[in-house]
């Protein structure tokens, strides 16, 4: 029996519009996807600009030395070879933090200034560039993003004279507050690549973001100058109690097999102790657990700065084991007075059910599986205490079966002291909770109430008031 010809067109032109539609709803999905992942990124930078100018809190004169921190940060951010913040004052752009060998508007008296910050930062303060002058003028000016690649760049519109570094590409911002042009922050030659004439739209974009970040601390800073020592004192436990919240993750994920959940509470006004998740790929969910030594402001900006170190480097992440190197190489680099920080890292892979595992100074990672409860203590060092050639980390790699569940804690949980007899909560005692709660089949948030109020009580804090320590926890359950 033959189909009607109208009949198979019909069938064919249902089959076109399905894979049609298929298509359109992959492309969606995916460009969601997309934008998921620039959100987690962009949510970061503020916390190292807290963190930065928590060392440069006492006079205004401290601003110029914390600006060429901040240069520095944004050249490794965007991978540029030099950047340099300019400030507007009295209509023309004075340049007031420098990192890298920057170029200069007229001829430097050595080459030697090219090579030490503070020498050349020296040069360029007797530099002077008028609003709408040259290329960075003009960005302030017009308020006009600028990004050229080589073919695109004229040296008289530059404005630079004999260039001691040659200029293969360039990106300036002009710096605004509530409308009003504030300054230009220029980044000069891609590192990325070094063969590169051009910066990428993703530099550009991190450089954007960023830009924005520098003004607003920059605000901060001038004005918790001209604050006496209360007031300071006021703002910034103010400012970091609001900039926490901002910073801990809205929503507990669910990836693929693995539930996450996760709970903190701070001894002072703010925390040393910090959790995040982010996400590195299709397959792949880092969740962080980290400790600061010390608690208040010293510990905040520690834990601020890691946070913001990890998520400025997922674009690049191969390993945990690099992820732990280059965090420490940066915070040994940046902190001082022996400052560090514990971190438990763990990599969820819903592909292959995988939980892989690095620790650096924290405490265990308590792993329940077949009604045992297993203590595991990979070799790694506190972050941030040795440089990155004397420290290893081990990692270890587990497969995720169903009703396994780890938990991860900080040490102001098993550290919780008995104000008689001056006992400790202990390790022994929360494995006692865990394990009845996961026998028990508890719901995440039933168990992580329970442990809590069996710190209170032991340590007579109700509520967690007059807790000694900052307490984190995250519970990864299989489900």
């Not at 049609?20 to 959100?39: F, H, N, W």
């Not at 913040?85 to 430097?108: C, Q, Y």
Request: negative net charge.
């Amino acid at each position: 029996m033959k189909i009607p010809i109208f009949l198979l067109l019909i069938l064919v032109g249902l089959i076109v519009f399905l894979v049609a539609g298929l298509i359109v709803a992959r492309t969606r999905l995916e460009i969601s996807r997309k934008r998921l992942r620039v959100t987690m990124h962009n949510s970061v930078e503020i916390s190292n600009f807290l963190s930065l100018f928590s060392q440069n809190m006492k006079s205004k004169a401290d601003l110029e030395n914390w600006m060429n921190v901040t240069a520095r940060y944004v050249m490794e951010l965007v991978e540029a070879q030099s950047v340099c913040v300019f400030s507007l004052e009295d209509g023309m752009l004075r340049p007031v933090g420098v990192s890298g060998p920057f170029p200069l508007f007229h001829k430097a008296t050595s080459n030697y200034v090219m090579t030490k910050p503070k020498y050349l930062l020296e040069q360029l303060k007797s530099e002077r560039i008028a609003v709408g002058q040259g290329i960075v003028g003009e960005a302030a000016k017009y308020k006009r993003e600028i990004l050229l690649s080589r073919k695109d760049l004229d040296m008289t519109k530059l404005y630079v004279t004999d260039p001691l570094v040659p200029i293969e590409c360039l990106m300036a911002l002009p710096l605004i507050s509530e409308g009003e042009v504030t300054g230009v922050i220029c980044a000069v030659n891609n590192m990325q690549n070094e063969d590169e004439t051009f910066f990428s739209s993703e530099q550009f974009g991190r450089f954007r973001f960023i830009a924005g970040q520098v003004e607003l601390a920059r605000r901060i800073i001038v004005a918790y100058s001209k604050l006496s020592e209360q007031q300071r004192l006021n703002q910034e436990l103010e400012f970091a109690r609001n900039l926490q919240r901002s910073l801990l993750p809205e929503t507990v994920p669910v990836w693929g097999q693995f539930s996450v959940h996760a709970y903190t509470r701070a001894s002072k006004e703010v925390s040393g102790d910090f959790y995040d998740f982010v996400q590195l790929d299709e397959d792949r969910l880092l969740v962080v657990i980290g400790d600061a030594c010390g608690k208040g402001i010293p510990a905040c900006m520690i834990t601020s700065m890691t946070r913001s170190f990890i998520r400025a480097n997922v674009d690049r992440y191969s390993s945990l084991m690099d992820l732990m190197l280059e965090l420490n190489s940066n915070l040994f680099r940046d902190t001082g007075d022996g400052r560090y920080i514990t971190l438990g890292c763990c990599v969820l892979n819903r592909r292959d059910s995988t939980l892989e595992y690095v620790r650096g100074g924290h405490t265990e990672l308590l792993i329940y599986v077949r009604e045992h409860i297993r203590s595991i203590y990979p070799d790694g060092a506190g972050i941030g205490l040795l440089p990155s050639e004397a420290v290893e980390f081990d990692t270890i790699c587990i497969e995720f079966t169903p009703e396994m569940s780890v938990l991860l804690f900080t040490d102001g949980i098993n550290e919780a002291v008995a104000p008689r007899t001056g006992e400790y909560f202990g390790v022994p005692r929360l494995k006692e909770l865990y394990l009845a709660s996961r026998i028990a089949k508890e719901e995440p948030e039933t168990f992580i109430r329970k442990m809590f109020n069996a710190v209170d009580e032991f340590a007579q804090t109700p509520g967690g008031e007059g807790q000694e320590d900052d307490q984190t926890i995250v519970l990864i359950n299989h489900i």
